[in-house]
């Protein structure tokens, strides 16, 4: 039998131990039983275990907000290099310019467009300023945001030496599309924008564009003069659009056309065009509106014509919006898959611009080409005459 109270002495002599000496060991054996006596640690030794570092965690403070927002911005810094790194395609960077067209001004400061504006300016004099308007910005918007309404003041003080008591002014004339490019004629004065507005009106005021068609239009000479007409197209994306409200329509038997009455809502709509070169299923057009109806030149090469201008998305469809979709030859030359062509510009530029009897004598200006245009003309094999007068050769202005 084991004697209890033996034990307990040695029990008590161990624990005396190891006060005196450093611990090596937690457990210790009674000499007289088989039995294991576990020795408890003071509270110092706990609380010195307690604060002591694990080395297989290490010392971590807890991360910050602050921390993480900067590790989330290093992340994807290195990320937007890696993608800059590796080696793009001749698509990929298509894909990309054409987003840069799409994109370029529509969202810059308002000085920082006037200064641009200033850069593009064709022809200036004390009645009239002509100046290449760019891709994507609309001449007008009752939205409040940027547009090149909106920056005229701050650019005609630019163009006085930025003088504080200027009475000089800039109010736009004959405007342009948001998605078209070229010549856009300013008034230096109300005076002066009436006379052009004026000058319109009788036909004196001399506009070509020059465009690229999905086609070739037979034939390659000649004037479409079909009335245009508002209306409204149903379905998932209710909108309007023009169309052709012709006033004649083939007969019954097929041998002939007959007049119809016209639709008091339509317009008369007359538009010259010619066809500058055609290559891979595609033209280079130049067009002379001889009216001003709303999209009056898209209308008629779609509708009329059946060659789509490149990059209009809208009269693609007749019946619903969505990108205009390519043949795929002209998707191969363009270096574009059918998915990517939403973001393809609309070619539609105004090109020429002659102006009679404003102060001076004949005003004619020569708007050059914006990048994006001519690089799909080399793209698709297109070429186009070069005037005498034309000196400068297409610039960078989008």
């Known amino acids: 039998m084991i004697n209890m109270n033996q034990c307990a002495r040695n029990l008590l002599t161990v624990n005396w131990n190891f006060l005196l000496q450093p611990l090596k060991k937690t457990q210790t054996k009674c000499h007289r039983c088989s039995g294991t006596s576990f020795v408890c640690p003071s509270r110092s030794q706990t609380t010195a275990t307690k604060q002591a570092p694990d080395p297989g965690k290490g010392d971590k403070s807890p991360l910050r907000a602050i921390d993480l927002a900067r590790k989330l911005r290093q992340e994807k810094s290195n990320s937007i290099t890696r993608a800059a790194e590796l080696p793009m395609t001749d698509q990929q960077r298509r894909i990309m310019d054409l987003k840069r067209f799409s994109l370029q001004l529509q969202n810059v400061h308002p000085n920082v467009l006037a200064k641009h504006l200033r850069k593009s300016v064709l ?180 509708f009329a014509m059946s060659c789509l201008i490149l990059g209009d998305h809208k009269y693609s469809h007749t019946e619903k919006l969505a990108p205009q979709k390519l043949p795929e030859r002209v998707l191969a030359k363009l270096g574009l898959e059918q998915s990517k062509t939403r973001h393809l510009p609309l070619h539609l530029h105004a090109r020429e611009l002659t102006l009679p009897g404003v102060g001076s004598g004949t005003i004619r200006v020569l708007c050059p080409l914006p990048k994006f245009f001519t690089q799909t003309l080399t793209r698709l094999n297109l070429t186009f005459p070069r005037e005498k007068d034309d000196k400068t050769p297409p610039s960078d202005i989008v």
């Open 123 to 302: 022809y200036q004099d004390q009645h009239v300023v002509i100046i290449n308007k760019p891709y994507g910005l609309p001449v007008k918007d009752s939205t409040g945001d940027t547009s090149i309404s909106s920056v005229l003041p701050v650019l005609s003080k630019m163009m006085d030496g930025m003088k504080v008591r200027s009475n000089s002014q800039l109010l736009p004339c004959l405007g342009l599309e948001k998605e078209m490019t070229g010549a856009l004629l300013l008034g230096r004065s109300q005076e002066a924008v009436e006379h052009v507005l004026e000058l319109n009106k009788s036909n004196q005021v001399q506009r070509k564009y020059w465009l690229v068609t999905v086609g070739v239009p037979v034939p390659p000479e000649g004037m479409i003069d079909i009335p245009i007409i508002e209306r409204a197209v149903t379905g998932s994306r209710p909108h309007y659009k023009m169309a052709l409200s012709p006033i004649y329509r083939m007969n019954d038997l097929g041998d002939g056309l007959t007049k119809i009455r016209a639709n008091r809502q339509s317009l008369p709509a007359a538009t010259k065009y010619k066809v500058l070169d055609s290559h891979n299923g595609c033209s280079l057009v130049e067009l002379e509106p001889l009216t001003g109806v709303k999209h009056q030149m898209r209308v008629h090469m779609a």
